[in-house]
Nanobody, 117 residues
Framework: QVQLVESGGGLVQAGGSLRLSCVAS???????????LGWYRQAPGKQREFVAT???????NYADSVKGRFTISRDNAKNTVYLQMKSLKPEDTAVYYC????????WGQGTQVTVSS
């Protein structure tokens, strides 16, 4: 059973930074290395939206709203994907979810990010 566990969320002032982590378990290192990993977020009253993805080769893709401020990266030795967030804005406030696909969609439980103005 694949499990994704996010951490690193919290309360930060506008302009601040946070680094989210997501550790995958129940998945071999080989499968993790070839998997595309992603971050999504869901703000109160809104649908879950795409934030960023990183492929097995390290290619990245970002939502326009976070380009230049967020950086997704991965450490295959640790089965971990990161989301470095800088210049945070109040509109970045949301629950952030880690995602991967391995026959099924797998989601973490989410980590709350709150940006105060």
């Amino acid at each position: 059973q694949v499990q994704l566990v996010e951490s690193g969320g919290g309360l930060v002032q506008a302009g601040g930074s946070l680094r989210l982590s997501c550790v995958a378990s129940g998945i071999s290192g080989h499968i993790f290395r070839i998997s595309t990993l992603g971050w999504y977020r869901q703000a109160p009253g809104k649908q879950r939206e795409f934030v960023a993805t990183i492929t097995s080769s390290g290619s990245t893709n970002y939502a326009d709203s976070v380009k230049g401020r967020f950086t997704i990266s991965r450490d295959n030795a640790k089965n971990t994907v990161y989301l470095q967030m800088k210049s945070l804005k109040p509109e970045d406030t949301a629950v952030y979810y880690c995602h991967t696909y391995y026959g099924l969609d797998y989601w973490g439980q989410g980590t709350q990010v709150t940006v105060s103005s």
